[in-house]
Nanobody
Framework: VQLQASGGGLVQAGGSLRLSCTAS????????MGWFRQAPGKEREFIGAISWNGERKVYGDSLKGRFTIARDNAKNTVYLEMNSLKPEDTAVYYC?????????????????WGQGTLVTVSS
């Protein structure tokens, strides 16, 4: 499975962005999908994950309330809506496919990764 992330760019603090991640095909086992980010000099951080049918979601504690995950299985696409962006949200954002149908915050449980899309928030 190949993942193509898009939608990153430069935005002012307080603004919004929507990232998209499209998979080359649907996985056979209805895998969950997640978003992570990595800022320069920092470890990869879990943002959130969504089940294959969109009914279950889990978010990182520090981001809950500003970021929302959704998916459209007809388009093999998962979205990350980001609001009230802050300069500290500047990072490369990655989407990933989980190894199973359950949700996890643990990066090694994700088996396919996109190339990342850069989000820069200016103050």
């Amino acid at each position: 499975v190949q993942l193509q992330a898009s939608g990153g760019g430069l935005v002012q603090a307080g603004g919004s962005l929507r990232l998209s991640c499209t998979a080359s095909r649907r996985t056979a086992s209805n895998n969950g999908m997640g978003w992570f980010r990595q800022a320069p000099g920092k470890e990869r951080e879990f943002i959130g994950a969504i089940s294959w049918n969109g009914e279950r979601k889990v978010y990182g504690d520090s981001l809950k309330g500003r970021f929302t995950i959704a998916r459209d299985n007809a388009k093999n696409t998962v979205y990350l809506e980001m609001n009230s962006l802050k300069p500290e949200d500047t990072a490369v954002y990655y989407c990933a496919v989980h190894r199973g149908s359950y949700l996890s915050t643990y990066a090694p449980n994700y088996i396919y990764w996109g190339q990342g899309t850069l989000v820069t928030v200016s103050s």
